[in-house]
């Protein structure tokens, strides 16, 4: 059954103080992937951005093309007043799903789980719509399942692999080695390249 994962579901969350995909800090594992990026002019997409961490670091690193994503105006909203520098037309209040561009990274954290599973095969069509040729999708996905419905959703690096060589070329998919603590054991490494 598909789980209604809607704007309205994500600002409840946000309201709340239901956040605890949010780590508060950019994601180790993609903190060392931008650490190793040397064209700064490259154009960058978080999608499902929330407050956005990996995004002020890559800003901030010189990667001015960065671009983020979220369905719920609050994060954005609170995005735009902690960092008023940040480009306005690169902040995008919208679905996924209807967002267009052209890119040639877009990093993942925490979204691909946060969709319904039955989204995964739809999640891969609109990634290579948006990706460059031989642009690449970068990120962590849990290598886990979790004992309540989600979000978050898990999986398995086999899922993954089946799943994401059917639209990628698969340059590393892997158990993550560089995890945050709590994460450390759950979560694999992604680098998916457009064909």
Known sequence: MLVNLNEDFWTQRYLQGKTGWDIGYPSTPLLQYL?????SGLE???PGAGNAHEAVYAFQKGLVNTHILDISTIPL???RRRFPDFPTRQIHHQN????LGSYDLILEQTFFCALDPSLRPAYCEKMK??????GKLVGVLFDRDFEQDGPPFGGSLLE???IFSS???VQVLEACYNSIPQRTGTEVFLILENQ
Not at 96 to 99: E, G, K, L, S
């Open 129 to 134: 719509s948006l990706l460059k040729p031989s």
């Open 167 to 169: 639209y990628f070329k």
């Open 77 to 79: 909203e609170n995005f």
């Open 35 to 39: 650490d190793q990026i040397e064209n």
């Open 160 to 162: 993954y692999q089946a």
């Open 96 to 99: 996924f799903f209807d967002h």
């Open 44 to 46: 960058l997409l978080i």
